[in-house]
């Protein structure tokens, strides 16, 4: 029998404590970012090319990326740990469909998934945990499918942890994450690297990777 780690409990909470401000922050915040969604526009492309399968978006929130990549023309549904998260995703965008659960152990199939996003929310999973959600996402992905992580970068510095509002989280350096994405099974299409916005604190750092 497997026991729930007890960091998933406490970003649970965390995350549903916060979720109906989060979702009133966050609704409209990819209008702000050209270049995020550049690089979901050119996952969205590559994914598209993979076949017509599932898209799974992992820590979806309230769920207006899973929208934004349905409206790239995506079979995307959102996972969230959160049920208030959830909740407030399947009111929101009534059309798409959205579940409850943890990315670590994905209910989907061996190689059923077209394409993986996800967007900010590794940034929670403690370090050497990683590999194992890498591995999770490789075996529910297609042999050939999508990946995108989007995170918090190091800017040079080393892994480190820092004072995220909701609950404790990583800053990567984008070498580390790629380099454990390719002893997972992927390989690397691309990166994007993003200045901070005024109001944000940290360099953003974006993967694009293919199953291998
Ligand atoms: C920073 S928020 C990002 C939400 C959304 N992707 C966005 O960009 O606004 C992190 C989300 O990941 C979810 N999360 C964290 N760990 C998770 C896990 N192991 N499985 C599923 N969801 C998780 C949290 O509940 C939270 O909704």
Known sequence: MTTTPPHLHTTQ????????????LVRDVLDDFP??????AAF????RIVGAG????LGCGPGYLTAHLAELGLDAFGIDLSPTMIDIACRTYPE????????????????????IVSWYSLIHVPPQEIPSYLAEFRRALSGD?????????AEGGPLSTFDHKVVTAYRWPIDDLAALAGEAGFAEVGRMLRQPHTDERFRR???LLRAR
């Open 35 to 40: 270049l995020d969604r550049a690089i979901l």
């Open 44 to 47: 969205a492309e590559l994914t």
């Open 13 to 24: 909470q965390a995350y549903d404590a916060v979720a109906v401000r989060y979702a009133e």
């Open 54 to 57: 599932p898209v799974a978006d």
């Open 145 to 153: 499918g999508t990946l995108l992580l989007g995170f918090f970068e």
């Open 205 to 207: 750092g974006h993967l």
């Open 96 to 115: 798409l469909r959205f579940e409850v659960g943890s990315m670590a152990a994905l209910n989907s199939a061996d190689g059923v998934l077209s394409g």
